[in-house]
């Protein structure tokens, strides 16, 4: 069964920043993508970045030149590095990956448990 594991919430001040880590674990034979979404309180859940597999990206206007998104493929893991944080990025972070098990099995889409992200002003 395939897991998503994600690490690297917290409180920070605006102006901080923090580093967001998605592992994901299980059968997998091939990944399509991985992306980060958000959702504050209210509020759908969005996309803020995400990364394909020959490594394009591409990221919501609100956080270009503040977020990086980057992934390791021999760990199937992907990283959001965010600096100059604001109080507006406060949110629950979502890990999204779509992969496949197995060369007849997917792609399918999953997601992470979540991790809160709280911006102080």
Sequence with gaps: QVQLVESGGGLVQAGGSLRLS?????PIFSIN??????QAPGKQRKLVAAIVSGGR?????SVKGRFTISRDN???TVYLQMNSLK?????VYYCNVILSSGADSGPY??????T?????S
């Design 33 to 38: 993508a991985m992306a980060w979404y958000r």
């Design 22 to 26: 998605c592992a994901a674990s299980g």
């Design 116 to 120: 809160q992200v709280t911006v102080s």
């Design 74 to 76: 021999a760990k199937n």
């Design 57 to 61: 990206t591409n990221y919501v206007d």
């Design 109 to 114: 889409n999953y997601w992470g448990q979540g």
């Design 87 to 91: 109080p507006e990025d406060t949110a």
